[in-house]
């Protein structure tokens, strides 16, 4: 099974597919989708949906996970542009027929490193151990989208179990 984890976001979108199968998890593809501010709204949320079509495209993946909508009260602003970039995402996944799974950065986090809490020093040390990566990944985009990847492998995978 591949699975696609995205961690949406208007200037960098995180992406990491991962492929689950008998012999565990192995690192398909993982990267970023950047847009400038200096760039049109519109123009920038058309960047990250053709990515994204190309991604789906490229990596086939049975399923594309999503990190679930947290925004702090602090910062409307934010989240109304992280709902516009998750909103072309999950356009791009509709259109291609792919399933799509959400889950909270707690669940991720406890899935991964086995505490909600986890920092995100112990997330990136943990998913480059699991994918047997040689050096971290550059941006904290990437591995969280490679987290939300593993967890959806280990939940369904406890999910089969039972």
């Not at 492998?153 to 039972?162: F, H, L, N, P, T």
């Amino acid at each position: 099974m591949v699975i696609l984890g995205i961690d949406p976001a208007l200037a960098i979108t995180g992406y990491g597919a991962v492929e689950s199968g008998r012999n565990g998890l192995f690192l398909k593809e993982a990267g970023i989708i950047k847009t400038s501010s200096r760039q049109e709204l519109s123009d920038r949320l058309s960047k990250i949906y053709r990515s994204m079509v190309r991604l789906i495209i490229d990596t086939r993946p049975d399923v594309l996970v999503l990190e679930k909508l947290y925004a702090h009260y602090r910062h409307p602003t934010t989240a109304y542009l992280l709902g516009q970039a998750r909103g072309v995402i999950c356009l791009a996944s509709a259109e291609n027929n792919l399933p799509l799974a959400e889950y909270a950065a707690t669940r991720v986090k406890k899935a991964v490193v086995g505490k909600g809490q986890a920092s995100k020093a112990q997330v990136q040390r943990m998913v480059a151990g699991l994918l047997n990566l040689k050096s971290l990944p550059k941006y904290n985009d990437v591995t969280d989208a490679l987290a939300l990847a593993i967890a959806h492998s280990y939940i369904i995978s406890s999910k089969i179990k039972q």
